[in-house]
């Protein structure tokens, strides 16, 4: 069922004409492997610092409020990680063998409260050049090989069809 998800999505992704219609794909995909929050953010360079520019997400208000009030994109592991390294995957493999100062600590517990105790997080090159750094988490996220090729395939579609819209 998954598969064929994700193949729906990616085939009516290039149609869709609002963001509404395009994060009810990417939901219809992220529901099935236990994610409930996703977040797409754009980033451009400014002064040699990754700024997030856009953003499309269904992250909770307070999530996101709290997030740029505390400047928790500077301390943030799996967000410097991904958007500064490439790299995708589950929050812990991100994370394993960092040694996290308080800040990266804190944003990760915060995390949690938001129902985001796992997430796996891709870089994603926008075929209009730039790049975007896509996440998804939830309570119950899966673990497994069919999970994450669903979620780097959704996660490419979503990013570049999001750019197109905006």
Known sequence: ???????????????????????????????EIGATNFACLYLRRESGNLI?????SNLPRGWQELYLQRGYDASDPVFQGVARGGTCGYWDELTRGLVLGRSGREVMAE???FEMR????????????????VM?????????????A?????????????????
């Open 1 to 31: 069922m998954l598969a064929e998800r994700t193949l729906a999505f990616a085939a009516q992704a290039p149609e869709l004409q609002t963001r509404k219609a395009l994060t009810g794909g990417l939901l219809s995909v992220l529901q």
């Open 52 to 56: 997030i520019d856009r953003s499309i």
């Open 111 to 113: 995390s949690r409260k």
């Open 118 to 133: 796992e997430g796996f997080t891709k870089r994603v090159a926008l075929e209009s050049g730039g790049f975007a750094v």
């Open 136 to 148: 998804a988490a939830g309570p119950e996220l899966e673990r497994n090989s069919t999970a994450r």
């Open 150 to 166: 669903a979620m780097r395939m959704s996660f490419d579609i979503f990013a570049n069809e999001g750019v197109r819209m905006m």
